[in-house]
């Protein structure tokens, strides 16, 4: 979601992150395991791992879980063989959704997945069809109390970022997708812990939603989208303030 609604995603997250570890251990996994193939399963050799293998401690994922998942990337356990994938769609009121996957099946998650568009007014679209709507770029998101600006973008500037924008919610730094190694490490180094940190699909326009009814398809259709096993993350481009959130999931 665009803007503070981008903070309005993570905390809602995070919020029924309890009641689907199964899940976020399974994307996890995934995650891993393609990172351990691309880039060896040495983390300090390979940043992307690294930034992983941190989410997994704060997910209390087990550690044999992990183990696992790095061995079926490097190749020492055998293991399904995943692709990464993205499909495109439009949700009601004309937002545009992109949808991360990692499936060993592309037929079936994109039935899955146009069948989630169509139960709630939307539709899947041509690849390229919305993502000239999106940065396609690193982004980091950071509670106020962690930093001030002036450190914060002093260590991330000096890292590369292209920017660090601030809000009531808190900062968030933008780099280039190249940079996101590099950036990562630096915050990690100045021990700026992040709310998020994802090579994110981030809204050059957004569309406004201001109606109770789209909302509530709207973030129903999130859910539908999120709730699916090959489904990593959802990018869209609605703006929506909190009162038009709050009464939709009431």
């Known amino acids: 979601m665009a803007g503070h609604n981008k903070w309005s995603k993570v905390k809602r997250a995070k ?3 309890d009641a689907r570890k199964g899940k976020v251990f399974s994307r996890l996994s995934r995650d891993i395991t393609l990172a351990a193939k691309s880039g060896g399963g040495d983390p300090d050799a390979n940043a992307r ?29 055998p293991g399904v063989v995943y692709e990464e994938v993205n499909y495109e769609g439009y949700g009601p009121g004309g937002v545009a959704f992109i949808v991360k996957c990692t499936t060993d099946n592309k037929q079936r998650i994109a039935q899955e997945i146009r069948s989630a568009f169509a139960r709630w ?6 690849n390229g069809a919305v993502t000239f709507q999106f940065l396609h770029a690193g982004q980091f998101l950071v509670a106020r109390e962690t930093t001030t600006e002036d450190k914060l973008m002093e260590i991330a500037l000096e890292a590369g970022a ?20 590099k950036v990562s490490h630096a915050l990690e180094q100045a021990r700026i812990k992040t709310e998020s940190a994802e090579i994110a699909y981030i809204p050059t326009n957004t569309v406004p939603v201001t109606e109770v009814e789209a909302a509530r398809s709207l973030l129903k259709l999130h859910d539908a989208l999120e709730e699916l096993d090959d489904v990593q993350q959802v990018f869209s481009n609605e703006e929506m303030d909190d009162a038009v959130s709050a009464a939709a999931q009431g």
């Open 162 to 181: 292209d920017d660090v924008i601030a809000s009531d919610q808190g900062f968030e730094v933008r780099c280039d997708l190249h940079l996101f190694d």
């Open 49 to 77: 791992l690294r930034t992983l293998l941190l989410k997994a401690r704060e997910a209390n994922m087990p550690v044999d879980n992990v183990d696992r998942a790095i061995k079926k990337g490097t190749g020492e356990l």
């Open 121 to 126: 007014g939307g539709n899947l679209a041509q």
């Open 15 to 17: 919020a029924i992150t």
